[in-house]
Each structure stands twice: as C-alpha cells, then as structure tokens.
C-alpha cells in the first residue's frame, strides 16, 4: 500500500488540525452519519473537512468513494446548499483539481474584468499552476491554454495565453542588468501607451517574481514613479486593469488577496464568491499574511469582519478555515 | 532511504539491461577501475554504462558521487574525448537534464536553421518537456522561454516561445469540429504566405498530437494537399522549415527522427553531432521503431550504417545502446 506523504502546514496557514487525527475510515464513518437521518449535521461536516490538510482530505475522499461506492463530493452536493455548498466544495477539492475548476469557471463566464484566471496563474507557485495544468487536462480533456484561447480575443488573448502558459523561474537570483533594462522596456511601452506591446507582455508573463521585483523597483527609482501607479492612469481601460493585477498579484501576492477580499467585504451586498474563494485557496498556503495584511489596512480583525458579512453555516465554515473554532 | 523507481522499458526501446544487474556500488568500483591505471577502459565503460536505464544511471550517479567525493561526468569529461566522450555524457545524464543541456546548446550558438530546439519541444511527451524545463530551472538559474526570448529574434521568437511554453493535452480525444476549423485556418494562412500569423502559430503550437494529425488529415481531404508539401511552396525559408519540422515532429516523431539519421549519415562528412543525439535521446523510448523505418527507406540496417560512418569507441557506444553488442 502507498503511504501517504503529508506535508508540513505552513507557518502561514490558518486552519488547525488536531494533535491526534482520526484515520480517514473514522472521518468517513463520521462524515456519512452527518449525511444520515432527518437533516444534515453541517457542525459535524465542519469539525472534520475543514480540520484536515489537503493530503488527509485526499485520503478522506479515497475512502469515502472506496467503502461508500460515491464520490464523496457528490454527497456533499446532495446534502448542503448555497455559500456553505461552494465553500465546503471548493474546500473539499484538491487544490490542483480545485484551480483548474476555477480557471475552467472563470473562462466559461469570461468577460474581461474577471480577475480569476490572473489571481490563479500568478499567485500559484510555478509547481502549482503546473499542477493545475495537469488536473485541467485530466478534468477537461483539453490544455488550459486551449480553453484560453478559445474564450478570450484580441490584446486579452495576446496577454493570458503567455500567462498561464509560462514555467516562470522561483529562484532568488536576479540580474540587475536585466532589471535596468526591462524596466526601460516597461517605461517606453507605458509611456507610448502601447500597452499590449509583445516585449511588455513578454516581460511581465515570463519572468520570475524576483525578476519582476526587482524590476519594478528600478522603475521607481530610475522614473521616480511604481509601475502600479503609472499603470493607473487608464482608469477605464480593462486591459491596463488586467496587467496592473498581474504585476501586484505577481509581486505582492498577499497585499492582492487582501484587497480582493477587502472589495467583497465592503461593497454594497458582501461578495461571497470572491471571499469564498480566497478563503478555501489560501486557508492552507498564506491566509495568516493575508489575516494580518487586513488588520494593519483597515483596523478590524479579519475574523470580525467575515462575522459581521456572512451568515449561517457558511460563515461558520470561513471561520473554521481562519482557525477561530474549536479543532 | 528512498527506494528508487524503476520504470519497465519501454519495447520500442533498443538498449538491453542484463537479466541481473549488478548494485550501483559495483558499477562504481568497475567505472572506477576503468579509469584507472595506464590508459582508460572504454569497454569497460561502454559494457556498464550502455546498458543502464535511466534510473539506474541516476542511482550510479548518486552512488559514485558519494563514494569517490567527484562527480561520475567529471571523470568521464577527464578520461574520454571527442565524439566517443559526447555519445558517453549525453547518455550518461538524466533525460530531462539532457534536454535542458541540448536546448541550452542550441540557443547559445542559435541559428535559424537549427532544429534541435523543435526536435526536443515536439518530439517529448508534454511531461518529458516539463521536466526538461524544471531541468533548465536548476542548470541555468532562469527559465527555457526566458533564454528562447534572449537568443531568438522577430517571427522565430513568436513561433519558438509559445513552442516551449505550451503544455500540450496529451489524450486521444479529439474534436473534429475543431479539426475543421484549425484545417480552414491553416489553409488560409499558407495560401495567403501569412505564416506567422497567430492563429496559425497558436494551432501548431499548443495543440495536443492526436488534434493536430486529425487537422492534418481533414487538410488533405478537404484541399488535396498535405500541409507539409503546401509548406514546401517556399523552399528556401527557413521560418517555413521550421514550421513543416514542427509539424512533422509532433505528428511523426519516429519518421522524422530517422530523416534526421539518414541526412546525418548520407552527408559528405557524417554528422556525428546529431547522430549521436538521436542515437542516446531515443535509445530508450522509440529507437526501435525508428530503425525499422530506416530500414524501410534506406533498404540497410541502422547498426550496418552507422558502423560503416562511425569508428572506434564512438561506434562501440552507439550500436551498444542499438542493442548489439553483447550485453
């Protein structure tokens, strides 16, 4: 029998999983008696899936299909409903097989002031956007660069198939001449407003995030303003949006998540699906950073905030991801 | 410790393993011996090396290395030379370090009509590229598109980096609307000599195999023509070659593989460099297969070609890994 390889939480993760966890058959016998009876006990769901790291929740769904002969997904479909259903699925998923269904989402809904596909190509480490490509082809039975192409047109096309195609480098080292003359690059084609240029397009799809990092702060010393901020001066052009959002979620992957989930929060009506989904995807890789970002920008507890815009099992849900129950 | 994974060889593989094999640790002392004393032991070398899957190799690699405090490709570069010493150190390295070596070759000395970088994007399976391009990440300290993008310029660099980037659907599903309409396009864009237009680079280069053949095949029975003899309009192009390699490699990879031996070994002077390439790239994968349509079209057989073009150890190592000598 394989034995499964259980990776480390991250230091930056915030849910909990108990000192002791009961093997995947007890999370199994557990999870189908909160299926049974009159009613589902969505406490019980809670106590167990949203406790468990991606590789227990692998095992759990193993199992489950092993002794139950049903996806374990599909009875949580037939169970609950609404934001708790969409947390508790997208929770549930691997998180390779969970990124390729929202890249797959956001194509099938595509309009070009979605940032979905951006957020995932970019704040993913280069392994695991990879890892999403996989799933994508075991999911869809096509290449995710083929459903871009397919789903998005003109300068758009041009920007994201590089985008989610490209195997950027993770490593540190930089070169600073690079920098320089990237960020000369970088400069001209904003300044001439030739924003789909193919050598700025190349420059922000292609190279590594220290790369990009470092180039930005050339930029800023050698032209005395951010990228980000030059960047803003076409206000309404969804494009100009879309390369901002790839250079902060590239750059600065926390600070952007945190504003994603700072405009779900304060808007009008809470945006659940954007909280939803940053919660379930970061709840494992960062969503500490992300937690304290949110504190030092708008002084309330990030907890707080989710108490005070959802409701129900769902907000219970959240908060058990952001590790404020009981384990 | 890990246990190492040995993959079963593939039948259209020609190298031959003996049924027992001995422990890394005794391969290590042989090579040792080999490179010992007065002069060096080729035979010996050829005897172990030639015939060791890849995981076996890797675990030789790891095992001398830790013995002997140097690097097994360090002392084999100290012992042998010319091409006998290429044919040694190509096979010696794992594929995907291979790869990225011989991508990273032919981009510092590029040339349009190099074809070695289509030859290793086209003809590996997606995954195979992936590692290559993981590869490149640890050798080079950047990414493969990186250096395409450095090295390459104008319609060849639109062509090459998509070329590399893309993670190709690897399945055998295919559509045959889609087949229709990339058809259509093609025939477009070669009729009007548009052949850096992007739909056509986009279908070529991202498409997954059994796709692009079910598009070739619609081609011919909708136009009469394949689309690699209308790529032949324009003879003395090279962006068009490029384009038919391409073409030919993802769709036949063992037709084109053997073309490649055949113009190595029916040139006025052999060209070992590529010879030696495809010899130690395929031997195990599809050498076989790629024999045997050698000698279909050539009418002699690969091991008595390539014995009348090489000599000494060079030769000694090459029909070693075509499986004759004696294992």
Redesign the interface.
């Known amino acids: 029998m394989a034995t499964i390889k259980v990776p480390a939480i991250s230091s930056m993760a915030t849910i909990k999983v108990p000192a002791t966890v009961p093997s995947p058959a007890e999370d199994c016998d557990q999870l189908r008696k909160a299926f049974q009876g009159w009613g589902t006990n969505e406490r019980l769901i809670i106590s167990i899936l949203a406790h468990r790291t991606a590789a227990q929740r692998r095992a759990i769904r193993a199992t489950y299909a092993e002794a139950y002969g049903e996806e374990l997904l599909k009875s949580l479909e037939d169970e609950i409903s609404g934001d708790f259903e969409r947390a508790v699925l997208l929770w549930t998923l691997d998180p390779a097989d969970r990124d390729a269904q929202l890249a797959n989402e956001a194509l099938r809904g595509w309009d070009r002031s979605n940032r979905v596909l951006i957020e995932i190509a970019c704040t993913r480490h280069s392994?695991e956007l990879?890892d999403a490509?996989?799933a994508y082809?075991l999911r869809y039975?096509?290449?995710?660069?083929?459903d871009v192409?397919k789903y998005t047109t003109g300068d758009f096309r041009?920007l994201l198939?590089?985008l989610v195609?490209?195997?950027?480098?993770?490593?540190i080292?930089v070169s600073r001449k690079l920098a320089k003359s990237d960020a000369k690059m970088l400069y001209e084609k904003i300044t001439e407003k030739a924003y789909s240029h193919?050598e700025l397009i190349?420059i922000i799809t292609?190279?590594?995030k220290a790369q990009l990092i470092a180039t930005i702060n050339h930029y800023k010393n050698e032209y005395g303003k951010s990228v980000i901020k030059d960047l803003k001066n076409d206000r309404k052009n969804e494009f100009v949006a879309a390369l901002r959002a790839i250079v902060r979620c590239t750059c600065y992957p926390q600070k952007y998540l945190e504003k994603i989930i700072r405009l779900a929060i304060k808007g009008q009506t809470t945006d659940a699906n954007s909280l939803t989904r940053v919660v379930t995807t970061r709840a494992e890789v960062d969503l500490k950073v992300i937690e304290a970002t949110y504190y030092k920008k708008n002084n309330v507890p990030l907890e707080q905030a989710i108490k005070g815009e959802t409701s129900g099992d769902h907000k219970k849900m959240l908060i058990a991801l952001l590790g404020y129950d009981d384990a």
């Open positions: 392994s990879f490509k996989r082809h039975k096509r290449s995710l660069e083929e192409a041009k198939i590089p195609s490209s195997y950027r480098y993770e490593g080292e193919e190349w292609t190279r590594s």
